[in-house]
């Protein structure tokens, strides 16, 4: 399984990102997985951001709740990820992953953002 | 500040025993929530070491080990090597936040 992020590296203040992982190598309808999103700011720690199950029930970090919302395109292999009202604290790597369980086992490389004016 | 706390760095010689704590909470590790390591090197995604307190992943050298207790997990490195200097954090579930939590990272440095 790999997985790989796209989408813009540079977004000003108060705009929308919105990010694609798209899986290679097996459904996103098969299997009882949850589709994952993960940021780390630069030189920080990790942060979870949320996940959407196979049927489509999204779970958000309730720190991020009111700006998030996550999908699945099962058609096209891909899930995406989309942050309203960005600021310069959003600026960080952004990384997808599929969790079996509880545990991210195969992640993408992971994107840069960058929001700037 | 992270839900899950960890050392922010240790060290140690080749060969010696290096011990990275992760310390919960009621509502995470002692609700008795699997935990789960991963290894980060400058510029790389995460990857998945332990699963489910003490389970390797497939490839991972067994000098890689972890544990669980209480409120607190472990992963110990028995006989550090030189590739083993990398990024460590830990990772449960939170029934407060209903969702994954990290810890904030152990540097492993070999001396």
């Known amino acids: 399984v790999q997985l790989q992020e796209s989408g813009p590296g540079l977004l000003k203040p108060s705009q929308t990102l919105s990010l694609t992982c798209t899986v290679s190598?097996?459904?996103?309808?098969?299997?009882?997985?949850?589709w994952s999103w993960i940021r780390q700011h630069p030189g920080k720690g990790l942060e979870w951001i949320g996940y959407?199950?196979?049927?489509?029930?999204?779970y958000y970090n309730p720190s991020l709740k009111s700006r998030v919302l996550m999908s699945i395109d099962a058609s096209r292999n891909q899930f995406s990820l989309k942050m309203t009202s960005l600021t310069a604290a959003d600026t960080a790597f952004y990384y997808c992953?599929?969790?079996?369980?509880?545990?991210?086992?195969?992640w993408g490389p992971g994107t840069l953002v960058t929001v700037s004016s | 500040q992270s839900v899950l706390t960890q050392p922010p760095s240790l060290s140690g010689a080749p060969g010696q025993r290096v011990t990275i704590s992760c310390t919960g909470s009621?509502?995470?590790?002692?609700?008795?929530?699997?935990v789960h390591w991963y290894q980060q090197f400058p510029g790389t995604a995460p990857r998945l070491l332990i699963y489910?307190?003490?389970h390797r992943s497939s490839g991972v050298p067994g000098r890689f080990s972890g544990s669980k207790s209480g409120t607190s997990a472990s992963l110990a490195i028995i006989g550090l090597q030189p590739e083993d200097e990398a990024d460590y954090y830990c990772?449960?579930?939170?029934?407060?936040?209903?969702?994954?939590?990290f810890g904030g990272g152990t540097k492993v440095a070999v001396l």
């Open positions: 990772q449960s579930f939170d029934s407060s936040l209903s969702g994954w939590v």
């Open positions: 959407i199950y196979q049927g489509g029930s999204t």
């Open positions: 489910a307190d003490t």
């Open positions: 190598s097996g459904s996103l309808s098969s299997g009882n997985y949850y």
């Open positions: 992953a599929r969790a079996a369980a509880a545990a991210p086992d195969f």
């Open positions: 009621s509502s995470n590790i002692g609700a008795d929530f699997g």
